[in-house]
């Protein structure tokens, strides 16, 4: 079963740093994500979705793929791949992969213009070792399917202050230097 997570934050390029910072927890092992997108709310109320996958894209590339398969066997190659991508790109544009995209944008329109939401659809989490990795990363969190006991650790590692890096031990860079000899 995977779990639901929205924050939003005041900006894309705010959303698209966490987006990028789960990526590499997800290369550590410490999370699996199905989906995560990032729903922007632009001036006039017009929400852009931002996806992992374009569906439609992959489906002409697909149906192309076929489509001039099926059409070199016929000796039609061209309008082979022509009907296939065609095809393939109205599957892939009715397909819907990971969060709903109307879910997405109706919980959107709470936004206000600027900010961008981040959903991410956690398979399954290290959570000890992921909160810490995000501690003090900001956002708000609008909406998750964890229990409370699980949001609210969620809710007080983003608004908590980032952890502090250890000082240097050993010399410091004015004794690296070499003095000038005398003369």
């Excluded at 909406?143 to 502090?164: I, N, V």
């Amino acid at each position: 079963m995977s779990d639901l997570v929205v924050i939003v934050y005041p900006t894309e390029a705010k959303a698209e740093e966490m987006r990028q910072k789960l990526f590499g927890l997800q290369k550590e092992y410490l999370i699996r994500i199905s989906d995560a997108a990032i729903a922007v709310m632009h001036e006039g109320g017009k929400i852009k979705l931002n996806q992992l996958l374009n569906t439609t894209a992959l489906g002409a590339a697909s149906g192309g793929f076929w489509g001039l398969l099926i059409g070199a066997i016929f000796l039609m190659p061209v309008f082979g791949a022509a009907i296939g991508a065609a095809s393939g790109a109205l599957g892939g544009a009715l397909s819907d992969y990971g969060v709903n995209d109307n879910f997405m944008k109706e919980l959107s329109t709470t936004l206000q213009p600027g900010n961008a939401a981040l959903f991410v659809l956690i398979q399954k989490m290290t959570g000890d070792k992921v909160l810490e990795a995000i501690k003090g990363t900001g956002g708000v969190v609008l909406k998750t399917s964890l229990d409370h006991t699980r949001e609210q650790a969620l809710r007080d590692a983003l608004a908590a202050s980032p952890a502090a890096q250890p000082l240097p031990t050993g010399p410091g860079p004015e004794a690296t230097t070499n003095p000038a000899p005398a003369a």
